[in-house]
């Protein structure tokens, strides 16, 4: 028995490693397709709610017209995308971002999640500068941040030291966090780049990048 148990749970650890990740991949699709259904859902307001929801228009969206919802967005998205290609439309989306940053607190959260957006693309400059550790929220402990910023005369002035701006995204979610003003010499640089650094926070801290230690870093302290 006590060998039958023992194989039983080597099975079950091993078919527990198989169908995890495909559970946990399936579930977080499952959540995002709800969380942006929730969005997307909203495009088809031209339509009579007693054809698009259940119980005759009292109950949640019928699974096929958020289907629908979800790919008239993605067609959005591609002919938005096309007129950002050509130069009246782009100018019409700049406009647009201009005034989307001229509303008090929406253009807080908008500013932050464009700033995440052009950190995974590389036809734009990033206002994430670079990787580094801080120590946060308390001393002892580290937190993964990006610098938005080094020069800051007043902050300087007043402290006496070179202080960076230092962004320190929430996981899962990085377009929420804090802003630590750190002393230069307080900041850890990380190697690793800015889009492996959002990588880092979403995935909980699961996808790491690849690094190989200096020799320099190698050989003990004396």
């Not at 289907?67 to 647009?96: C, D, P, T, W």
């Not at 959260?109 to 950190?119: D, F, L, S």
């Not at 003003?181 to 492996?196: G, K, Q, T």
């Amino acid at each position: 028995m006590k060998e039958h148990f023992i194989r039983w749970r080597a099975n079950f650890f091993a078919g527990l490693a198989v169908v995890l990740p495909a559970v946990i991949s399936i579930a977080i699709l499952v959540m995002f397709f709800g969380t942006v259904a929730n969005i997307t859902d909203t495009l088809l307001f031209f339509l009579p709610r007693g054809l698009t929801h259940q119980l005759n228009g009292q109950g949640p969206m019928h699974r096929y017209w958020s289907l629908a919802a979800f790919s008239l967005a993605v067609v959005l998205i591609i002919v938005i995308g096309g007129l950002a290609r050509n130069y009246f439309g782009n100018k019409m989306i700049q406009l647009v971002d201009h005034l989307l940053l001229q509303i008090p607190l929406l253009n807080k959260i908008y500013a932050a999640i464009k700033q995440v957006n052009e950190a995974f693309t590389s036809t734009h400059k990033s206002s994430f500068k670079q990787v580094v550790l801080v120590e946060f929220p308390r001393a002892g402990q580290h937190a993964v941040g990006f610098i938005t910023g080094d020069n800051y005369p007043e902050i300087a002035a007043k402290t006496g030291q070179k202080i960076v701006g230092v962004y320190v995204p929430t996981a899962p979610n990085p377009t929420a966090g804090f802003l630590v003003m750190v002393p230069e010499s307080e900041v850890i640089s990380l190697d690793m780049s800015v889009a492996d650094g959002i990588k880092f926070v979403i995935s909980l801290g699961a996808i790491a990048p690849e690094y190989v230690a200096t020799d320099k870093m190698l050989k003990p302290s004396k």
